[in-house]
């Protein structure tokens, strides 16, 4: 009870469409919106995969005329938004697709904020106040179960030109929502296992994170456990049985519920170091992510003993106190890492050159006073030390 009394608004305004072959309704879903010739946001991996075709040949089926816009890199920069907002504007498109995993989501995001402003730089739209526009009918389709960016209303974007270089920053606005989103597990059935286990750690960040933030709420803590229980349950199974359906379809919808629940909270300290490393190294954001949570959580433990507790016991833990609990819920995310085979901070071929760097940037984040424990960038330091150390 002790959020309950706490003033909230819980707002989503995705219409999610899901389950096994869902895709199917891809035009009749584009009509709906009120989309009639669509740019096609995604990346080359997407294409290569042959996941691409199996959405042009629907819209084709149909007779619906689109472009396609496949210059998304992983860690999307900000030039990216202006590329693709660019094609979408030779093409005369009037509506938006994105098909892949969180960059072309993001990246279809804040092409669609360029589009409603009539602009071509995304850096003049970072924070929660300025996109103020509605933009074109858009469509996600995830083919990972990772970042839930499919139904959540943020763009986390590399800003090439920052003063020390390039950071992470955050478009977020409920004007960037899909309209719709297309759920269809049967598209994650050929993620290979590195990707599987990168992106589903960072689904059970988010549902950590969104959990224990300390601007968290009930509606969110909901659904936040709920994803821990089911990530837990099936993200093994999904890395070590690519082809088994139902471990990833647990795997897809534990992620849009994670994205429900940090969207409607926050993230927090484990992200804003991830994100630093991921500006800093270009590394891939799942795999930051799960380097550092456990280090984080251990480093908050005397601020959210309970909540800890409750999420080892959605994890299926059992313990007898809740410090019990919540040490048991730190150790299980560590060994989670080792079990789907992620790569410990050493490997990455970081240095500790960095760390004062990487400690002012996590300072800096917006996220940073949603963490349990307030952090400073002594802290991060010691967080960063610590994970080193292994």
């Given at each position: 009870?002790?959020r309950?009394?706490t003033?909230?608004e819980?707002?989503l305004?995705?219409?999610?469409?899901?389950?096994?072959?869902?895709?199917?309704?891809?035009?009749?879903?584009?009509?709906?919106?009120g989309?009639?010739?669509?740019?096609?946001?995604?990346?080359?991996?997407?294409r290569?995969?042959g996941?691409?075709?199996?959405?042009?040949?629907?819209?084709?089926e149909?007779?619906?005329?689109?472009?396609?816009f496949?210059?998304?890199?992983?860690?999307?920069k900000?030039l990216?938004?202006?590329v693709g907002?660019?094609?979408?504007?030779a093409?005369?498109t009037?509506s938006?697709?994105?098909v892949?995993?969180?960059?072309?989501?993001?990246c279809?995001k804040?092409i669609?904020?360029?589009?409603?402003?009539d602009?071509?730089?995304?850096?003049?739209?970072?924070?929660?106040?300025?996109?103020?526009?509605?933009q074109p009918?858009?469509?996600t389709?995830?083919t990972?179960?990772?970042?839930?960016?499919?139904?959540t209303?943020?763009?986390?974007?590399?800003n090439?030109?920052?003063?020390?270089?390039?950071?992470?920053?955050?478009?977020k606005?409920?004007?960037?929502?899909?309209?719709?989103?297309?759920?269809?597990?049967?598209?994650?059935?050929?993620?290979?296992a590195?990707?599987?286990?990168?992106?589903g750690?960072?689904?059970?960040t988010?549902a950590?994170e969104?959990y224990?933030a300390?601007?968290?709420?009930?509606?969110?803590?909901?659904v936040a456990l709920?994803?821990?229980?089911?990530?837990?349950?099936n993200l093994?199974?999904?890395?070590?049985?690519?082809?088994?359906?139902?471990?990833?379809?647990?795997?897809?919808?534990?992620?849009?519920?994670?994205?429900?629940?940090?969207?409607?909270?926050d993230?927090a300290s484990?992200?804003?170091?991830a994100?630093?490393?991921?500006?800093?190294?270009?590394?891939?954001?799942?795999?930051?992510n799960a380097?550092?949570?456990?280090?984080?959580?251990?480093?908050?433990?005397d601020?959210c003993?309970?909540?800890?507790?409750r999420i080892a016991?959605?994890?299926?833990?059992s313990f007898?106190?809740?410090e019990?609990?919540?040490?048991?819920?730190?150790?299980?995310?560590?060994?989670?890492a080792?079990?789907?085979?992620?790569?410990?901070?050493?490997?990455?071929?970081?240095?500790?050159?960095?760390?004062?760097?990487?400690?002012e940037?996590?300072?800096?984040?917006?996220?940073?006073?949603s963490?349990?424990?307030?952090?400073?960038?002594?802290?991060?330091?010691?967080?960063l030390?610590?994970?080193?150390?292994?």
């Amino acid at each position: 009870m002790d959020r309950m009394l706490t003033p909230f608004e819980f707002t989503l305004p995705t219409k999610i469409v899901w389950g096994p072959g869902c895709v199917k309704n891809l035009a009749h879903e584009l009509a709906l919106a009120g989309g009639h010739k669509p740019l096609i946001v995604t990346d080359r991996g997407i294409r290569g995969a042959g996941i691409l075709d199996k959405v042009t040949a629907l819209l084709d089926e149909a007779g619906i005329e689109y472009a396609v816009f496949d210059g998304v890199e992983a860690n999307p920069k900000d030039l990216n938004f202006a590329v693709g907002a660019a094609a979408a504007r030779a093409a005369g498109t009037d509506s938006l697709i994105a098909v892949g995993g969180g960059s072309p989501i993001d990246c279809a995001k804040s092409i669609g904020v360029l589009l409603a402003h009539d602009a071509t730089d995304i850096r003049l739209y970072e924070g929660k106040t300025a996109a103020t526009k509605p933009q074109p009918p858009f469509l996600t389709i995830p083919t990972t179960a990772g970042t839930g960016s499919e139904i959540t209303f943020s763009s986390v974007i590399t800003n090439t030109a920052g003063a020390d270089g390039p950071y992470k920053m955050t478009v977020k606005s409920p004007y960037t929502a899909a309209t719709t989103a297309l759920c269809d597990p049967e598209l994650t059935l050929t993620v290979p296992a590195s990707i599987t286990a990168a992106t589903g750690m960072d689904a059970l960040t988010h549902a950590i994170e969104g959990y224990t933030a300390t601007c968290s709420e009930p509606v969110a803590d909901a659904v936040a456990l709920y994803a821990v229980e089911l990530i837990c349950k099936n993200l093994v199974r999904a890395v070590e049985h690519g082809d088994d359906l139902e471990a990833r379809a647990g795997m897809l919808m534990g992620s849009l519920l994670a994205g429900m629940a940090f969207s409607h909270a926050d993230v927090a300290s484990v992200h804003c170091v991830a994100e630093a490393l991921g500006s800093v190294y270009d590394q891939p954001h799942g795999t930051c992510n799960a380097i550092f949570l456990p280090y984080v959580m251990e480093y908050n433990m005397d601020y959210c003993v309970a909540r800890y507790a409750r999420i080892a016991r959605a994890m299926g833990l059992s313990f007898e106190t809740e410090e019990e609990g919540a040490k048991k819920a730190v150790a299980y995310v560590k060994q989670l890492a080792v079990d789907v085979h992620l790569p410990d901070f050493k490997s990455l071929g970081t240095g500790d050159d960095k760390f004062e760097l990487l400690a002012e940037m996590s300072e800096r984040n917006g996220s940073n006073p949603s963490n349990p424990r307030p952090m400073t960038k002594a802290d991060y330091l010691t967080v960063l030390r610590r994970a080193y150390a292994g």
